[in-house]
């Protein structure tokens, strides 16, 4: 998955209980995302990182927080799990692609994230 | 409101025969749409990417079209193997969004032999 990992691959949790899933990078890409895939809605952005400290919100950002202290690493963090936030969570990235001349996202592996 | 639709259905073909899916939307004015195929388990990967003022793109067995008038793309895959049997996104990206992609919820497509 070109260089990007995701942490935990899977995890079942409580409700009310933080989570915290981590992206990381070996690319040193500036833009990375938070998406979540949901039968029915397909993936919905989160939160988006355009830089070090540099976040904002997506569509679906309620009861979600990032942060990103260094390049390599986009942390998305459930500060009280509902299970409503039950879903696949993907990181991606932003890179160029020389054919098509535009931005295009690389995806991490996913994160399966359950919520009792 | 905003929207962009895929068949939900799954679309059954029989290897050898092209496979044409359907993207529309609604309310947007896309810089261009990418395309991403997606496996059971695994994330999205990117396939092709056409913008606005682009009426067709190909790349090996995939051909895509775009028609901004109709608000439409096809997807088309030619001679198709059970190899392609995937879930295929299409994605919108409006101009100046900060590559932000809104995703279409995919169509699945099974090639059978």
């Known amino acids: 998955d070109a260089g990007i990992t995701q942490s935990p691959r899977h995890k079942v949790t409580e409700t009310g209980t933080p989570v915290t899933l981590r992206c990381h990078q070996t690319?040193?890409?500036?833009?990375m995302y938070w998406y979540r895939q949901d039968p029915g809605h397909g993936l919905r952005l989160i939160h988006y990182s355009y830089g070090v400290k540099d976040t904002d919100k997506g569509e679906v950002s309620d009861g979600y927080s990032v942060s990103r202290s260094k390049t390599e690493d986009f942390l998305l963090t459930l500060e009280s799990a509902t299970s409503s936030q039950t879903s696949v969570y993907f990181c991606?990235?932003?890179?160029?692609?020389?054919?098509?001349?535009?931005?295009?996202?690389?995806f991490g592996a996913g994160s399966r994230l359950t919520v009792l | 409101s905003q929207k962009i639709e895929q068949n939900s259905e799954a679309l059954n073909i029989q290897e050898g025969k092209t496979a044409t899916l359907t993207c529309n939307y609604t309310n947007y004015s896309p810089a261009y749409l990418q395309w991403y195929r997606q496996d059971p388990g695994r994330g999205p990967v990117f396939l092709l990417l056409i913008r606005e003022n682009e009426k067709e793109k190909r790349k090996e067995r995939l051909k895509v079209t775009f028609d901004t008038t109709l608000k439409q793309s096809l997807f088309h895959i030619t001679a198709s193997q059970p190899a392609d049997s995937a879930t295929y996104l299409c994605a919108l990206v409006i101009t100046g969004t900060a590559s932000k992609l809104t995703f279409g919820t995919g169509t699945r497509l099974q090639v059978t032999l």
């Open positions: 690319e040193n890409h500036r833009y």
């Open positions: 991606a990235i932003s890179a160029w692609d020389r054919a098509g001349g535009a931005n295009v996202l690389t």
